[in-house]
Each structure stands twice: as structure tokens, then as C-alpha cells.
């Protein structure tokens, strides 16, 4: 079993930026690949960002390529969204998974997920 617990969620205005943190217990997640999702009112999860196990590998979602960034500390098993220039539709539920690929176009391909951060972007 792995723990996730996701922190770093909160309430910007628009064009603002936030750095989401998971951390990770249990069962080694330095092992695993991670991933974070969001999830919108009345909308399906979808993938945002995705990194290897060693970190040497991410992928992105169209909408935030160039904006997010992925990164992970192994040594203190934590892995990072950082999110500039926010805009008012990614207000979401903001979830960390472990143990998927590292791109994932279902979120059902990950075993292990936090409870979630809300993001909320105002305009």
C-alpha cells in the first residue's frame, strides 16, 4: 500500500501561481511512476501531468504544456506540481496517483490516489 497525501491547494486569482505537493508513505513510492489529475464539477478526471519513477521522464497535458512543471524528490519521497499562469478553468479537485504510466489518458490505470486539493482560480 502506498499513502498519498496532497497539499498546496487554495484560492489565486488569475494569472497567479501554485506549487502542489504529494507526499508519499508506506510502501516504497520512490518505486513508482506518479502522476497528478484534476477533476472539475460535472467533469470526468483528466490527466495533467505524469513523471517517471527516476524523474527522468514527464509528459503533459496539451492545456498546461509550457505552464506546469512536474519534478520529484526521491530522498524525501514528494512529488511537485508547480502551476503558473493559472486560469479560471482549471479550478479543480487536484489528485496525486502513483503506480500508472507515465502519460496516462485514463485515470483508471493508476492504483493509488490521495484524497485531493482544491484549486480554485478566480477571474
Known amino acids: 500500500q502506498v499513502q498519498l497525501v496532497e497539499s498546496g491547494g487554495g484560492l489565486v486569482q488569475a494569472g497567479d501561481s501554485l506549487r502542489l505537493s504529494c507526499a508519499t508513505s508506506?510502501?516504497?513510492?520512490?518505486?513508482?511512476?506518479m502522476g497528478w489529475f484534476r477533476q472539475a464539477p460535472g467533469k470526468e478526471r483528466e490527466f495533467v501531468s505524469g513523471i517517471s519513477w527516476s524523474g527522468g521522464s514527464t509528459s503533459y497535458a496539451d492545456s498546461v504544456k509550457g505552464r506546469f512543471t512536474i519534478s520529484r524528490d526521491n530522498a524525501s519521497n514528494t512529488v511537485y506540481l508547480q502551476m503558473n499562469s493559472l486560469k479560471p478553468e482549471e479550478t479543480a479537485v487536484y489528485y496525486c496517483?502513483?503506480?500508472?504510466?507515465?502519460?496516462?489518458?485514463?485515470?483508471?490505470?493508476?492504483?493509488?490516489w490521495g484524497q485531493g486539493t482544491q484549486v480554485t482560480v478566480s477571474s
Open positions: 508506506g510502501r516504497t513510492g520512490r518505486n513508482y511512476n
Open positions: 496517483a502513483a503506480d500508472g504510466p507515465v502519460w496516462a489518458s485514463d485515470y483508471r490505470r493508476f492504483k493509488y
